[in-house]
């Protein structure tokens, strides 16, 4: 319940960002190229917006199993569903926990030492830029943990039959 909640939440909210991110790209390309003049924040505004898309839709994408794979090579060899395919499952998740870890130590270091300078235009602090490498491992590491149960539970039950 909690995990279908979450990602209702992170639909919703990459939805909103990925939305202002358009509107502020046609705002500029419009202005730009039609009224010959560009407001100044317009870029960065994107960008932001565009950067906690990716943080969090890749979050999401993580969740929904919608993350490309080179299933073709994998599902030659063995049957989907199967112990090998859970075990391989269970590896790769066993594998991105660490990384998420790394990622989040890497961006709240950022957040710390970057965070308190301000952007050119927009004059808001990197805090807010930087928060979404910390959102987004955080989020991808609670998926992965959802992901990593299902699997071992999976493989457990798969191992009894």
């Known amino acids: 319940m909690f995990f279908k909640n979450l990602s209702k939440i992170n639909f919703f909210v990459s939805s909103i960002?990925?939305?202002?991110?358009?509107?502020?790209?046609?705002?500029?390309i419009f202005t730009r190229y039609f009224l010959h003049f560009s407001f100044a924040g317009n870029e960065?505004?994107?960008?932001?917006?565009?950067?906690y898309t990716?943080?969090?839709?890749?979050?999401?994408a993580l969740d929904l199993d919608e993350h490309p794979n080179i299933d073709i090579f994998r599902y030659m060899v063995i049957k989907k569903g199967g112990?090998?395919?859970l075990?391989?499952?269970?590896?790769?998740?066993?594998?991105l926990i660490p990384f998420f870890i790394y990622f989040l130590i890497q961006g709240y270091s950022?957040?710390?030492?970057?965070g308190k300078l301000l952007t050119p235009c927009l004059r808001i602090y990197w805090y807010y830029g930087y928060f979404a490498i910390i959102l987004g491992s955080v989020l991808m590491g609670l998926y992965s943990i959802k992901k990593l149960f299902i699997s071992i539970k999976d493989f457990v039950y798969l191992s009894k039959k």
Do not use: C, K, Q, V
């Not at 960002?17 to 500029?28: G, K, M, Q």
């Not at 960065?44 to 950067?51: G, Q, S």
């Not at 990716?54 to 999401?60: E, F, K, P, S």
């Not at 075990?87 to 594998?95: G, M």
């Open 83 to 85: 112990r090998l395919d």
């Open 44 to 51: 960065e505004l994107a960008r932001l917006m565009t950067i």
């Open 110 to 114: 950022i957040l710390i030492n970057e």
């Open 87 to 95: 075990f391989i499952n269970i590896l790769s998740y066993l594998l």
């Open 17 to 28: 960002f990925l939305t202002i991110s358009i509107i502020a790209i046609l705002i500029e």
């Open 54 to 60: 990716m943080m969090i839709g890749g979050a999401l």
